[in-house]
């Protein structure tokens, strides 16, 4: 496989869209399961408020 | 009445008109302001009444004091001076709609008490008139014990008279307790102030009966809302009143309300009457039928499957157009860019993910805009008051429909709705099966199948098998979800249920900007949501599938035992480096997973592929197949699913046993890292975000798995 413009760009997609996707559903996720739910979080709920 | 400025508060139901009565009162005096801490509301403003300044408070609206909501705690702290800073007020102005008084009147008998002054402002005269419905405000006055004022907030001179009666006001303090709690409850009543409110809490002093008659029905106290010491006590003292309720003959959760709507009925019942049924029961008289206990469920199924009938059938011309769109364009891209590796990740991975996708933005369209004229011409309300016969009987809460029926949108919002529901199980319940509703992101999914497998047979004229088969997946998702309630409600009892009561505004024409703007803006958010998703998957995806590169070996006569099972003759050199690709290779492995359920490996990686968001499913598709198409050659995802036979047993991939078990797995699998995201959040914790993943997936393998095994031996 020669190594031209083509293919330069597309595996330059590739890492971009890898990078999004580890955001989008990796880390998002995890950042938005951390904050803190609102009123009426049950038993299980360490409320501060 | 004194010349000293006052204090005064308007509490009432929402939608009410209080608002419109404190601007009319305060003009442009007022400020708005944030209560400390919290996002709820403040409305402070001045009036000049009889020649004094007086101050205006506008409290959120309440529908009762029990203050399990934000609002409500708020109106209720306000009205008891508990709040910070803030004094007791001197009068409380209770706005009620006349249209709807006994209902209204429950916040009423509540406030009165609080022993504070009271006047009761019978607002909406003008839409009680146009219903036909008369009140005689002294009469009403009478039975309450409480001044009454009827009038019109959008009327300049009722508002006069409103300011002259409450100048004219000698601010006394209605009887306590008037709606008469029969002697068990007062017993029970004492018991709690005296043994545990008084002496351990600190609950002001106006507010303590209505403390007690909360405990006694809920049976607990929330500990975030006031300070107490010796929780102990406190809940043996709550059980030993619940007892004498008991005791009593009474239910001690429902004692107190059917006495206070007895007490109302009583007072409404020679006060007010309908004199014209004519305009009055429009409203009324279609709900005697779309609510009856017989007709309404037919009905709401009819709307239903006309709805998705319409889906079905109307964007069919929508859906073509796109197609074309898609399809021309990536002949476009294959022609005009050089050949080479972006050429092909842009037609087979990019245009063809997303085209697979964007393909379904008719339905979603049609979709939402049923769902937004549903809502806005009053029906949706109706529809979950028909949904909640069932669900009471399951022993759902009547809480959890509206949160259920958003999750045909999407299950994350209907997921946030559920923070309405007080009792902490209801609420888990109820979030552990809304994913099972359909939402829109299963559309694409549902569409593809039934489009390419389900015969458009026609049926009673209008409809089709393809209508009807979408309609009852939706009914299939709304099934599992009440089943599986059932099921959770006896593993974790809840308890008896609380009364609900549940508003059902006036039918209208939606409002059509509304309706528009809001489609429009759920078009844009699939567009782009999914949008960016699935390009990204279909990219990485690309990659997969095209590498690494493997030329297919030439074929001879000697050695044509030795490759017959690696590769057949019919196969052409692009299926065949998809076969051996990475995606090929890892869809190989998980094939004996799944192939029970009766998907091939290409499926299989679509099923992967969805866990990140259903819909991605679909676009996993078009490009896989898109890769394995022979260049040159377009045909629609349809047709390719249809034509794709398995080379090893020379049979198609799909039957409609593979349709329908593909369906039910999507119908019922837990395919949506959002959604585990949000119940994470909502519930501080894995373990139901972890249990509802497992049971859901579970769940629908078993479920696929039997729907094939059955539908491939019929
Ligand atoms: N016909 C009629 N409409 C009213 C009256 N009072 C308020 N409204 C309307 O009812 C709606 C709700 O009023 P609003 O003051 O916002 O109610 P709130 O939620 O209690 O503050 C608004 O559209 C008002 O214009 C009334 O006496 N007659």
């Known amino acids: 496989m020669e190594f031209d413009f083509q293919t330069g760009v597309a595996f330059g997609m590739l890492a971009i869209v890898l990078v999004y996707l580890t955001n989008r559903f990796v880390l998002t996720p995890i950042r938005r399961s951390k904050t803190s739910p609102d009123h009426n979080c049950g038993p299980d709920c360490k409320c501060e408020h | 009445m004194s010349k000293e400025p006052l204090t005064i508060a308007l509490v009432g139901n929402p939608?009410?008109?209080?608002?419109?009565?404190?601007?009319?009162?305060?003009?442009?005096?007022?400020?708005?302001?944030?209560?400390?801490?919290?996002?709820?509301?403040?409305?402070?403003?001045t009036s000049i009444i009889g020649g004094v300044l007086h101050k205006i408070i506008d409290l959120p609206g309440a529908y009762s004091l029990n203050y399990k909501k934000l609002d409500e705690r708020i109106a209720y702290e306000t009205l008891i001076g508990s709040y910070e800073h803030e004094e007791i007020p001197d009068l409380a102005l209770v706005v009620v709609d006349s249209s709807n008084l006994d209902r209204n009147l429950y916040l009423a008998t509540q406030v009165m008490d609080l022993g504070i002054p009271v006047m009761l402002i019978l607002n909406m005269s003008d839409v009680a008139k146009g219903k036909g419905i008369s009140i005689n405000p002294d009469l009403i006055s009478n039975s309450l014990g409480v001044p009454v004022v009827a009038i019109s907030a959008k009327n300049k001179s009722d508002i006069?008279?409103?300011?002259?009666?409450?100048?004219?006001?000698?601010?006394?303090?209605?009887?306590?307790?008037?709606w008469g709690p029969d002697d068990s409850l007062k017993e029970a009543m004492n018991l709690l102030i005296n043994e545990w409110i008084k002496p351990y809490t600190n609950i002001p002093e106006s507010a303590r009966s209505i403390e007690a008659l909360r405990l006694i029905s809920e049976g607990e106290f929330n500990n975030a809302f006031y300070q107490f010491e010796k929780e102990e006590k406190g809940k043996s003292t709550i059980k030993k009143a619940r007892e004498l309720v008991e005791k009593g003959g009474g239910n001690p959760m429902a004692t107190e309300v059917l006495s206070r709507y007895n007490f109302i009925g009583e007072c409404t019942s020679n006060a007010s009457s309908i004199t014209s049924q004519t305009k009055a029961s429009l409203t009324d008289r279609i709900?005697?039928?779309?609510?009856?206990?017989?007709?309404?469920?037919?009905?709401?199924?009819?709307?239903?499957?006309?709805?998705?009938?319409?889906?079905?059938?109307?964007?069919?011309?929508?859906?073509?157009?796109i197609d074309l769109l898609f399809v021309e364009g990536g002949n476009w891209v294959a022609n005009t860019l050089p050949e080479g590796m972006l050429n092909d990740l842009l037609v087979d991975g990019v245009i063809a993910g997303l085209g697979g996708v964007v393909i379904f933005l008719p339905q979603i369209l049609f979709l939402f805009f049923f769902i937004?004229?549903?809502?806005?011409?009053?029906?949706?309300?109706?529809?979950?008051?028909?949904?909640?016969?069932?669900?009471?009987?399951?022993?759902?809460?009547?809480?959890?429909?509206?949160?259920?029926?958003?999750?045909f949108a999407c299950a994350i919002p209907g997921i946030m709705a559920t923070r309405t529901i007080e009792n902490w199980r209801d609420r888990i319940i109820t979030i552990m099966v809304l994913p099972f509703m359909a939402c829109s992101a299963r559309l694409p999914v549902y569409a593809l199948m039934i489009a390419a497998f389900i015969p458009s047979t026609t049926i009673l004229g209008i409809f089709t098998l393809q209508g009807i088969t979408f309609f009852g997946l939706y009914i299939f998702g709304i099934v599992m979800a009440v089943l599986a309630a059932f099921v959770m409600k006896r593993i974790f009892p809840t308890g008896q249920q609380t009364p609900f009561i549940m508003e059902l505004p006036a039918y209208k024409m939606p409002k059509w900007s509304v309706v528009f703007q809001n489609t429009a803006e759920r078009g844009k958010v699939f567009i782009t949501e999914a949008g960016k998703i699935i390009v990204a998957i279909s990219i990485v995806l690309w990659f997969l599938a095209s590498f690494p590169k493997t030329e297919m070996p030439v074929l001879t006569q000697t050695d044509n035992t030795e490759y017959n099972s690696s590769f057949d003759v019919?196969?052409?050199?692009?299926?065949?480096?998809?076969?051996?690709?990475?995606?090929?290779?890892?869809?190989?492995?998980?094939?004996?997973?799944?192939?029970?359920?009766?998907?091939?490996?290409?499926?299989?990686?679509?099923?992967?592929?969805?866990?990140?968001?259903?819909?991605?499913?679909?676009?996993?598709?078009?490009?896989?197949y898109s890769i394995e198409e022979e260049d040159g050659e377009s045909s629609t995802l349809k047709e390719k699913l249809i034509n794709d036979v398995n080379p090893e047993t020379g049979q198609p991939v799909y039957s409609i046993a593979t349709a329908i078990s593909?369906?039910?797995?999507?119908?019922?699998?837990?395919?949506?890292?959002?959604?585990?995201?949000?119940?994470?959040?909502?519930?501080?914790?894995?373990?139901?975000?972890?249990?509802?993943?497992?049971?859901?997936?579970?769940?629908?393998?078993?479920?696929?798995?039997?729907?094939f095994q059955i539908g491939s031996n019929l």
């Open chain 2, 287 to 321: 709900d005697a039928v779309v609510t009856h206990k017989v007709a309404g469920p037919v009905i709401f199924t009819l709307v239903l499957l006309f709805m998705f009938q319409a889906i079905f059938s109307w964007a069919t011309p929508f859906m073509d157009m």
């Open chain 2, 662 to 707: 593909l369906m039910i797995f999507f119908a019922l699998a837990m395919q949506c890292m959002s959604t585990i995201a949000i119940v994470k959040r909502e519930t501080n914790s894995w373990k139901w975000p972890t249990a509802m993943f497992v049971y859901m997936t579970a769940l629908a393998y078993l479920s696929s798995f039997i729907a």
């Open chain 2, 160 to 178: 006069d008279q409103l300011k002259q009666k409450i100048s004219e006001s000698d601010l006394e303090v209605p009887e306590p307790l008037k």
């Open chain 2, 372 to 407: 937004y004229v549903l809502e806005g011409t009053g029906y949706m309300a109706r529809a979950a008051f028909v949904m909640d016969g069932f669900m009471t009987k399951v022993g759902l809460h009547g809480r959890s429909v509206v949160p259920l029926m958003s999750g």
């Open chain 2, 15 to 45: 939608n009410t008109g209080k608002s419109t009565i404190f601007n009319a009162l305060t003009g442009l005096r007022q400020k708005i302001a944030n209560y400390p801490g919290i996002t709820v509301e403040q409305k402070v403003g």
């Open chain 2, 570 to 624: 019919t196969e052409n050199p692009e299926s065949y480096q998809l076969r051996h690709s990475f995606a090929g290779q890892f869809g190989k492995i998980i094939e004996p997973v799944i192939e029970p359920l009766g998907f091939d490996w290409k499926i299989g990686i679509g099923l992967i592929t969805s866990f990140a968001a259903r819909e991605v499913m679909v676009g996993t598709l078009n490009t896989i």
